[in-house]
T-cell receptor, first 111, second 112 residues
Framework: DQQVKQNSPSLSVQEGRISILNCDYT??????FLWYKKYPAEGPTFLIS?????DKNEDGRFTVFLNKSAKHLSLHIVPSQPGDSAVYFC??????????FGEGTQLTVNP | DTGVSQNPRHKITKRGQNVTFRCDPI?????LYWYRQTLGQGPEFLTY????????KSRLLSDRFSAERPKGSFSTLEIQRTEQGDSAMYLC??????????FGSGTQLSVL
């Protein structure tokens, strides 16, 4: 049972444009959502998070939006930079227990 | 370096052999997690500890897998009688309860 799904395995955007990565979840008990970024041969690195009591959280070029009724969240990166090229994982948890991850989206930002 | 440390970075073994991985979490973190990642998939939860107590184990964790966290500090993950399907990246992570999770660089296991 895949409780967190990222339906786009890959995304390619031009430098300077907006990157939008999407994530859907099925478990309504999830109350905290996170995005992680991963480079090859390294562990995932925390990027940004959002609590279920909010619908938006912003940190510099990164904004996460949460739509609880649709059980959907998205990560916006603007402007996109070549150094943003990596695999992005959406993750969710219930009450600080353990994270459940999506399959990941490979983002490629072309110069 | 105060991050999560995992050793070894790479392990190649023959099918049927036992392997053990070590994880040193960030020192003040009370929770330690093990995940497994295969190509094209996200990290899959295996087990986690709060201090020395193992609080949850995934159904993915067969009886060939065992994890320990003696004294609530470092942790070891042992795989007995390895199979080719065990080939994966094994990730360790740590956190303080309700804080964000920090990952190590992982141990890449190849079973020949």
């Amino acid at each position: 049972d895949q409780q967190v799904k990222q339906n786009s395995p890959s995304l390619s955007v031009q430098e300077g444009r907006i990157s939008i990565l999407n994530c859907d979840y099925t478990n309504s008990m999830f109350d905290y959502f996170l995005w992680y970024k991963k480079y090859p041969a390294e562990g995932p690195t925390f990027l940004i998070s959002i609590s279920s009591i909010k619908d938006k959280n912003e940190d510099g070029r990164f904004t996460v939006f949460l739509n609880k009724s649709a059980k959907h969240l998205s990560l916006h990166i603007v402007p996109s930079q070549p150094g943003d090229s990596a695999v992005y994982f959406c993750a969710a948890e219930t009450s600080g227990s353990r994270l459940t991850f999506g399959e990941g989206t490979q983002l490629t930002v072309n110069p | 370096d105060t991050g999560v440390s995992q050793n070894p970075r790479h392990k190649i073994t023959k099918r049927g052999q036992n392997v053990t991985f070590r994880c040193d979490p960030i020192s003040e973190h009370n929770r330690l997690y093990w995940y497994r990642q295969t190509l094209g998939q996200g990290p899959e939860f295996l087990t986690y500890f709060q201090n020395e107590a193992q609080l949850e184990k995934s159904r993915l964790l067969s009886d060939r897998f065992s994890a320990e966290r003696p004294k609530g500090s470092f942790s070891t993950l042992e795989i007995q009688r390895t199979e080719q399907g065990d080939s994966a990246m094994y990730l360790c992570a740590s956190r303080q309860t309700n804080e964000k999770l920090f990952f190590g660089s992982g141990t890449q296991l190849s079973v020949l």
